[in-house]
């Protein structure tokens, strides 16, 4: 007799290959818990397009609660945070949580997450969170890597023969804003990349004005130090992308295939701080 896996589905191109493939071994039951999602019309989509596929290929589902509300009283205060940070860490870990509760609650045997067929997120991670609450709910965890072996570009073909809906941002609030953010940077002829050793509020702040007497939305500023939690807020606030020095490169390869005008601009020389008191 087959073991009865609950396996969590975040959305559908993810979950429409991976239940057929698990099916060889399990009794696979999908669970589309995601309270992360934002806006409500978005998790609406992305859960009737898992309904639709889970017709087409005939697997059960089950759909969770949209909990929204437990998610952002936790998540909401780390906003500003970029993506796998512990924003997301939390993230993981409460649709894991519960998926192994909801595992249980069936009678399952085992449980695992399509979450690690996506390039954009760290499979190991995953795994340990995974293993972590499969030890608090008493059941077994199925440790996976399931963009392997073409996994993930199986997941894209099989999802454009049903014509799936594929979301451009991860799913909660503050990736759509990063997403957004993007979005302004791709929309203009020019960007400005700004790097420098150190970035405070009053950096921000140079670099918005900047931005703004050039007629852009927004910037990208690369520093070498890392940034205290209070100017990663506020350039969140002010939408302008604080990354890593060692981003820079790659980041301006990309612009430059696309097409754009890239300026590589000097912190220094855009925010003259030794005449300003800076707050942080
Ligand atoms: S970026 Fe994705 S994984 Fe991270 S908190 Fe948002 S929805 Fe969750």
Redesign the pocket.
Known sequence: MKKRLLLHICCAPDGVYIPEKLSEEYEVICYFYNP??YPFEEYEKRKKEMERVAKAKGYKLVVGEYDFENFTKN?EK?YYLP???K??D???SLRLEDSARKAKELNCDIFATVLTVSPH?DFEKINEIGKKVAKKYGIEYLPSNFKKNDGFKKSVEEGKKLNLYRQDY???E??LVYRQMFKDAESEDRVFLVKGEKVGIYDIDSVKKHVERNGLKTAFIFCEKKPTDNVLEYAYENRIFLEPLENLQWRKRIFEKKGKEVNVLDLKDISNRDIFLDPC
Request: glycine share 6%; net charge positive.
């Open positions: 992360n999602i998540a780390l993506e796998k940070s924003r997301c939390f993230c993981l997120k991860c799913g909660c503050s990736s």
